[in-house]
């Protein structure tokens, strides 16, 4: 391949701009891929203002991309991928393989790994490269359209399900109907779980039944939250907002489990005796491995669930990024190849 083209942000907050960059040899394990669609996460955003004071700009965001395989290294080319297979692209393109997280097969723990758009370019552009172990095949039964947002998003909320040992017995909440929590209610019902979606908007309601939860709460109605006191085995955290910890901790259950996804850049005060008394926990969790996104994907296909997106063309790209910032979006972004 001799020239990627692509958006990229040269400044915090820059505009996308047409940029073409050279990506040099293909490895042996790395993996060339077409992007065909590539949803928009907020991380997309967060990268592009620096807010985690990480970013190297040029910028090239991206990292829920489905496309085709277009090229195969040596070694990545006897590793079950095909020219021309349908594949997606997550938060990360690449990992050691030999540290102790990889051995365990916790790729996205891993010391070296690679994330898409940290240090590397990502794929609001026509190719992407990956590590074949990320290249991730796409089952038949999913519309690429509308998969990308699973790639991170949707294994983001699945794989505590794993890792969190829920039951379908399990009474559980989601806080935040939004881009992660729209999807996690899905995969909850799914699992049998009895559902109970929080939101702070009246007029999402509706929606959040439809997609699946059993009962809907306020998220900031303190009182409401005081009466579902001792009420859950497990608690979601999806948004990027300070709440009323003490509450949201004092509706599990003993034994309980309070897990954040949401990137809540503040800090969470928690009264340890609230947990020792209780025997509740606190956790949270990035994206999962390569083995969890295979089995999500086979579980969204299996259950017909797919993320809610709404879809630009990719030149229209600094447009999709305005629609995100502004809080329009319902519930994912999705740019399509022209």
Excluded at 23 to 28: A, D, I, N, S
Excluded at 107 to 118: D, E, K, R
Excluded at 267 to 280: D, E, I, R
Aim: charged content about 15%.
């Amino acid at each position: 391949m001799h020239s990627v083209q692509a958006w990229a942000a040269h400044s915090p907050a820059g505009k996308l701009e047409q940029y073409a960059y050279d990506p040099g040899q293909l490895g042996p394990e790395e993996v060339d891929i077409a992007v065909e669609y590539c949803g928009i996460c907020h991380s997309d955003l967060s990268m592009l203002n620096n807010e985690w004071g990480i970013t190297a700009y040029p910028l090239v965001p991206g990292h829920e991309a489905v496309g085709r395989v277009v090229a195969l290294g040596d070694i990545a080319a006897q590793k079950g991928l095909q020219v021309g297979q349908r594949v997606g692209i997550g938060w990360n393109v690449g990992s050691c393989l030999h540290c102790e997280p990889c051995l365990d097969g916790e790729q996205q723990l891993c010391t070296s790994v690679q994330p898409t758009i940290v240090g590397h370019h990502g794929a609001f552009a026509s190719h992407v490269r990956s590590h074949w172990v990320w290249a991730v095949p796409i089952p038949d039964a999913l519309d690429p359209a509308s998969t990308g947002p699973l790639l991170c998003g949707g294994i983001t909320v699945f794989a505590p399900l794993l890792n969190q040992d829920i039951l379908p017995t399990h009474k559980v909440a989601v806080i935040g109907i939004g881009g992660l929590g729209h999807m996690a209610v899905q995969f909850l019902n799914a699992w049998g779980c009895e559902v109970t979606a929080f939101t702070s908007s009246a007029d999402k309601q509706a929606e959040a039944k439809a997609l699946g939860a059993d009962f809907v709460a306020s998220s900031r109605d303190a009182g409401e939250m005081k009466q579902l006191a001792n009420s859950f085995d497990f608690i979601l955290i999806t948004v990027n907002v300070s709440l009323d910890w003490n509450d949201i901790i004092g509706m599990l259950k003993p034994g309980g489990k309070l897990h954040f996804v949401g990137a809540v850049l503040e800090p969470v005060p928690v009264h340890v005796m609230m947990l020792v008394l209780g025997k509740k926990s606190i956790a949270g969790s990035p994206t999962g491995s390569r083995s969890q996104i295979d089995r999500m994907l086979r579980f969204a296909a299996h259950h017909n669930i797919a993320p809610i997106v709404e879809h630009f063309p990719m030149s229209q790209v600094n447009e999709a990024m305005d629609h995100l910032r502004s809080g329009k979006a319902h519930y994912r972004i999705v740019l399509d190849a022209d």
